[in-house]
């Protein structure tokens, strides 16, 4: 099954719509969807190494509108969209949390989640409910959005065949590593504060 889902991905990296579905799902992933944006960045950088700064800057600056609308459910409809998405994720509770760590650390603290493959959503709906300055917020989502994604994809395009071989010898290894990180990245938040 994984590896059906990574040549399904990696097809769609060499079609037409591929930048239209990375910008997409890195609009969703930073305010309500649970798949990160980089099962769709990996394959395209791979696919087409050259153009690693282009699919780097649409995740960036399509990720960073989605924060926006994250930071707007968390302001405006935080009862009634905000509470069932951080259900779903289990994190009700990280408010009284999250407002601590933005008394004590300002919009810095969401350079963590913005760098890291923990849910972003679960923090940018939160500092609209904490009402975060918003050219923090901002400023913050562009440092630490823009480090990850041009990160992932400059190594990927700097060292491109070795990375691809490494990820198809050992997908399932590699599957199992990321799932840990990503559940690593919920428990850490959850004991921040």
Do not use: H
Not at 94 to 120: D, H, R, S
Not at 140 to 167: A, H
């Amino acid at each position: 099954m994984i590896r059906k889902l990574y040549d399904w991905m990696f097809n769609l990296a060499k079609s037409p719509q591929a930048t239209k579905a990375l910008a997409g799902f890195s609009f969703a992933e930073s305010s309500f969807f649970p798949i990160p944006p980089d099962v769709l960045l990996i394959p395209m950088v791979l696919a087409n190494r050259a153009k690693w700064f282009k699919y780097a800057l649409i995740c960036m600056v399509s990720s960073i509108l989605g924060a926006f609308l994250g930071y707007a459910i968390g302001a405006l409809g935080y009862e009634f969209i905000g509470k069932p998405i951080l259900a779903f994720y289990g994190k009700e509770d990280l408010f009284v949390t999250m407002q601590q760590w933005f008394e004590k650390w300002g919009g810095w603290g969401l350079l963590f989640a913005a760098i890291t493959p923990f849910p972003y959503k679960v923090l940018t709906i939160s500092s609209g409910f904490a009402g975060l300055n918003i050219l923090m917020f901002t400023l913050v989502s562009i440092i630490g959005r823009g480090f990850r994604f041009f990160l992932v994809s400059w190594l990927l395009f700097k060292f491109g065949e070795p990375i691809q071989n490494f990820i198809e010898k050992r997908l399932n290894l590699l599957f199992v590593v990321g799932m840990v990180m990503l559940v690593g990245g919920f428990i850490a938040v959850k004991y921040i504060g």
